[in-house]
């Protein structure tokens, strides 16, 4: 049974840095490309990034610059450590797991509440 377990969210100040964990278990973890994702409240799920089992990343624009994501396959854990962080970062951030080919396979968290507030 796969699982997805993200931690490390929390209230921060505008400008602070969080750091995300996305312990992953029940899956061939380097077979499959991890990613966050984030939904604010009346708005849709959106990407933030993905890292595939090799490590090659992908960022929506607004993070480039200011959000990494990255993963430990030893340890089965994709990070998103998120700097300069702004109030528009509000969100539920959930880490995704997406296995492609001839077995497709789409795993999601729980999720992790961001507040970016003073």
């Known amino acids: 049974q796969v699982q997805l377990v993200e931690s490390g969210g929390g209230l921060v100040q505008p400008g602070g840095s969080l750091r995300l964990t996305c312990a992953a278990s029940?899956?061939?973890?380097?077979?499959?490309?991890m990613g966050w994702y984030r939904q604010a409240p009346g708005r849709q799920r959106e990407l933030v990034a993905t890292?595939?089992?090799?490590?090659?990343?992908n960022y929506a624009d607004s993070m480039k610059g200011r959000f990494t994501i990255y993963r430990d396959n030893a340890k089965n854990t994709v990070y998103l450590q998120m700097n300069i962080l702004k109030p528009e970062d509000t969100a539920v951030y959930y880490c995704?797991?997406?296995?492609?080919?001839?077995?497709?396979?789409?795993?999601w968290g729980q999720g992790t509440q961001v507040t970016v507030s003073s």
């Open positions: 995704n797991a997406r296995r492609f080919g001839m077995s497709p396979r789409d795993y």
């Open positions: 029940g899956m061939i973890f380097n077979s499959y490309t």
């Open positions: 890292i595939t089992g090799s490590g090659v990343t």
